[in-house]
């Protein structure tokens, strides 16, 4: 009993001290934290470089904070691209139950390799990962490249820079809501 009492109140810390960072970024600190989170992406992998080239539009997550114990949530602020341009503010909120512990915060990108696709999440009034659309995760193998499989599906998704553990990584069921700056 003691020893659950003492991780309850280890997660309740972590989110206290994860939480607040993550909240009210400005137009300025998004922007550069997406600068910087696909700078990382392209340098770690030639194919999302190529992909993002090819990509309708560009949705970047550059500092996703997750946090669980048996019941989890996520959250961050990003933007979404087109042209190298940015045409909009998006969060991304999610609440899990299951097999998870830890927190840890990561970048997520989702790219848009169609027209269609991209329609669909910017006619939205809220899109969720999974139902609205699906993606694939991309796997990076050696030096940085992916499967062809998933290099031919719509909307492909890289996460990467995990700080932390914590099992279960994945964008399906995540809400993507425009926000305004």
Do not use: C
Not at 44 to 53: E, G, P, V, Y
Request: a neutral charge; hydrophobic letters at 45%; aromatic letters at 10%.
């Amino acid at each position: 009993m003691l020893r659950q009492l003492q991780l309850w109140f280890l997660l309740l810390i972590s989110m206290m001290l994860i939480i607040p960072s993550a909240q009210a970024a400005s137009r300025q600190e998004i922007d550069a934290k997406v600068r910087e989170a696909l700078d990382t992406l392209y340098t770690n992998s030639s194919s999302a470089k190529s992909l993002s080239r090819k990509a309708a539009g560009i949705l970047v997550f550059p500092e996703v904070y997750k946090a669980g114990f048996g019941i989890g949530g996520e959250y961050g602020e990003g933007s979404f691209l087109r042209g190298g341009k940015t045409l909009g503010y998006y969060s991304l909120v999610s609440a899990s139950v299951g097999l998870q512990f830890g927190a840890q915060m990561k970048a997520e990108v989702i790219l848009f390799m169609t027209k269609a696709s991209m329609n669909n999440f910017l006619n939205s009034d809220g899109w969720e990962a999974g139902v609205d659309g699906s993606v694939a995760v991309a796997t990076l193998g050696a030096g940085g490249e992916i499967d062809s499989h998933t290099a031919q599906q719509p909307i492909i998704g890289f996460i990467f820079s995990n700080k932390g553990l914590m099992y279960n990584l994945t964008i399906e069921g995540a809400k993507i809501t425009k926000i305004d700056k």
